[in-house]
């Protein structure tokens, strides 16, 4: 069994490496890994899992680090926006429809749409896209582009065929 | 961040979660069962609970399992709400599920921290107390199988120490005609006013309802009103809501009578799509 009491380092595999930090049980993974590891894409919003600036992608699924502590995520594979590297389709389609103005909630977005096109790889129904969309709120409304950013990922797939 | 310290153990067995519940207890360390954490780590920062210890449960195989037999399906209490949805196994609890909270959330709660929580909605229990789930609870007396609603009270009443392995539901219930409505103030994604899930045994409607009072409810007298055929729907919708088990909540969602309102139309719409055969 496990059992962690005070400062402890642990492994976490992140964007492809293993990497070690120095937590307490009671550190969350969003706070670790912006102050240890300098993976400042998640962003702190609410901290209370509203609305989704601060979301990662673990063993494929989007999940608001600010509700996970970093112990938790052992053994476990964290993708974060900086390990799509800057050009991902998902990254490019978003530029390319103007899906964001101030840009704070833009990484949270993208890891949903990154992890919802892993998930349905053929573009899902629209009640679909809305729901995974739904997880995160962007104060400056940048709905509309955002979804057609989504389409525009599906769609870039598609003709690639 | 959580301004204190705990401790963080993950067993990899009951054995194990039980020792070290026993082994934190007597250190006097007051400590929880740990599932998907999105209530505990929220009340933590909070400063609501000061936990001295938190016992993980995740990777503990019976709390993961999701399976199905020819008699029940099994999940274990581990399984998130997403895990259910996607199991499409009980279209009513996937529903249910489906409401809770958003998307990405619903990936993290797990059916037995929907359960066990604080939080007064745990709307996942509707299904379970209209459909004969059944519990599997395992703590320092061993390992007991109980009807879901002897332990269900509204909110959980288990003994010290006890934890929620498996959620069973009986097979006639997953494929049981049913009907599921949450209505919430203003958003699609909020908590709500009023939540409702309805299934059908050998043609008699039940209903189990949260929202409106402070814990979640199924009522014998109010199924027995609403099942009266003899009556109109207007009749049974009204009396059926002038029988709340506790007064309603008057909140941030609505007045009292306000969500009594939305209840009656919520049966009255209810009786309505029954009996023109759209559910
Ligand atoms: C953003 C947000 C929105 C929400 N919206 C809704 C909503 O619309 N409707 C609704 O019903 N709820 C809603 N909730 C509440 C949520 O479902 C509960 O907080 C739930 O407890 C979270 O589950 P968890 O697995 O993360 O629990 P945890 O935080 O791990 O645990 C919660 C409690 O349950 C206990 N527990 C967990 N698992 C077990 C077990 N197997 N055996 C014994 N005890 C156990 C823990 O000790 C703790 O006391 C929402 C929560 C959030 C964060
Ligand atoms: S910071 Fe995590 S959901 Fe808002
Ligand atoms: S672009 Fe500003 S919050 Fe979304």
């Not at chain 2, 194990?16 to 954490?37: F, H, I």
């Not at chain 2, 045994?201 to 979640?216: D, F, M």
């Amino acid at each position: 069994m496990v059992r962690y009491e005070g400062k402890t380092v642990v492994s976490l595999n992140i964007n492809g490496e293993v990497r070690q930090v120095m937590v307490r049980p009671s550190d969350l993974l969003l706070d670790v890994l912006r102050e240890q590891l300098g993976l400042t894409a998640a962003k702190p919003g609410c901290k209370n899992g509203d609305c989704g600036a601060c979301t990662m992608v673990i063993d494929g699924w989007p999940t608001k680090s600010c509700l996970v502590l970093a112990v938790e995520a052992e053994n476990h594979v964290i993708l974060t926006l900086e390990g799509l590297g800057g050009r991902a389709a998902v990254q490019q389609a978003f530029v390319d429809a103007n899906a964001f103005q101030c840009g704070y909630c833009t990484s949270g977005f993208l890891m949903v749409c990154h992890a919802l096109k892993k998930q349905h790889p053929v573009l899902p129904e629209e009640h679909v896209m809305e729901e995974w969309l739904q997880s995160n709120i962007c104060r400056c409304t940048s709905y509309q582009e955002i979804r057609n950013a989504v389409k525009i990922i599906y769609e870039r797939d598609q003709s690639r065929i | 961040m959580i301004p204190f310290d705990f401790i963080y153990c993950r067993p990899s067995t009951l054995k194990e979660a039980l020792d070290a519940y026993r082994q934190l207890q007597s250190e006097g360390k007051n400590p929880v069962y740990y599932a998907g954490g999105s209530e505990i780590i929220t009340l933590c920062r909070a400063g609501e609970i000061r936990p001295g210890g938190v016992i993980d449960l995740k990777n503990i195989p019976e709390c993961k399992a999701l399976a199905l037999d020819e008699r029940a399906l099994h999940i274990g209490s581990v399984c998130t709400l997403n895990q259910i949805k996607e199991s499409k196994l009980f279209n009513l609890l996937r529903l249910a599920c489906g409401r809770i909270a958003d998307h990405t959330n619903q990936c993290r709660i797990t059916l037995g921290g929907n359960l066990c929580g604080s939080i007064i909605y745990r709307e996942t229990s509707l299904p379970l107390l209209i459909s004969e789930a059944e519990l599997t609870l395992f703590g320092p007396e061993g390992e007991r199988r109980i009807a879901f609603d002897k332990v269900f009270k509204g909110r959980m009443e288990l003994q010290p120490g006890e934890l929620v392995l498996q959620i069973h539901i009986p097979s006639w219930a997953l494929k049981a005609r049913h009907y599921h409505v949450k209505k919430t103030q203003n958003e699609k994604i909020d908590y709500p006013l009023v939540s409702l899930a309805a299934l059908w045994k050998e043609n008699r409607l039940r209903i189990a309802v949260s929202g409106l009072c402070s814990h979640p409810f199924r009522s014998d007298q109010m199924e027995a009103v609403l099942n009266n055929r003899a009556l109109s729907r207007d009749v049974r919708s009204k009396e059926a809501a002038a029988m709340l088990p506790l007064s309603p909540l008057s909140d941030r969602a609505g007045s009292g009578e306000y969500c009594r309102f939305v209840f009656q139309n919520t049966l009255h719409t209810l009786l309505e799509e029954m009996e023109n055969g759209k559910i």
